[in-house]
């Protein structure tokens, strides 16, 4: 398996309050990417990174951020989480942009907004 | 924007019984595809994937898919599923020219075999 952690793995929070998502890799791939999964829509790319400081929106950016300052990390922030954004969040890794280098994924945070 | 369609939401098969999971994408250039299996309370796992070459693709466990071009399709096939198979599948496509090697998933199939 691909050296990928993230952290918390489950979380219970409150409407309006704000969350970050760590994900760690050991791989020192170039591209991370954050990937909400809920059900009936698979999943759904929410930002990414191309390298230190290097990030793009997704398909589903608006209500959260995120910051990569070291190769190994990138944090996915919600300001202020809503009900919506109740979901599982996969990170996943990449060594290099283009087809023939898959994405590896990580373990999943599962996240509940009340 | 390019979409993944997986028109079977939910799948019940009978050991030894054989499968074919239907996928078709919308992009119209050159396109990577690969299959993605989520084991239940586990993460994705990659089953196989297309770049180029011959269309039928031979993955992990015996599974393997087939590359239609004209049909805009990449369809999962299993000749004869196991009890172990229960999991989720998703289809996912990757446009060759994409700089952030960004994938688009399906809504993913999730399957029940009966042992």
């Known amino acids: 398996d691909a050296g990928i952690t993230q952290s918390p793995r489950h979380k219970v929070t409150e409407t309006g309050t704000p969350v970050t998502l760590r994900c760690h890799q050991t791989?020192?791939?170039?591209?991370m990417y954050w990937y909400r999964q809920d059900p009936g829509h698979g999943l759904r790319l929410i930002h990414y990174s191309y390298g230190v400081k290097d990030t793009d929106k997704g398909e589903v950016s608006d209500g959260y951020s995120v910051s990569r300052s070291k190769t190994e990390d990138f944090l996915l922030t919600l300001e202020s989480a809503t009900s919506s954004q109740t979901s599982v969040y996969f990170c996943?890794?990449?060594?290099?942009?283009?087809?023939?280098?898959?994405?590896?994924f990580g373990p999943g945070t599962r996240l509940t907004v009340t | 924007a390019q979409s993944v369609s997986q028109h079977n939401h939910h799948v019940i098969l009978s050991e030894a019984a054989s499968l074919e999971l239907g996928c078709n994408y919308s992009?119209?250039?050159?396109?990577?595809l690969f299959w993605y299996v989520q084991y239940p309370g586990q993460h994705l796992q990659l089953l196989l994937k297309y770049f180029s070459g011959d269309p039928l693709v031979k993955g992990i466990k015996g599974f393997e898919a087939e590359f239609i071009k004209s049909k805009f399709s990449f369809n999962l096939r299993k000749p004869s599923v196991q009890w172990s198979d229960t999991a989720e599948y998703f289809c996912?496509?990757?446009?060759?020219?994409?700089?952030?090697?960004?994938?688009?998933f399906g809504g993913g199939t999730r399957l029940m075999v009966k042992p």
């Open positions: 996912a496509v990757n446009p060759y020219n994409n700089a952030g090697n960004m994938l688009t």
């Open positions: 996943a890794i990449s060594e290099a942009a283009g087809g023939l280098y898959e994405q590896y």
């Open positions: 992009y119209g250039g050159t396109v990577n």
């Open positions: 791989e020192n791939h170039r591209y």
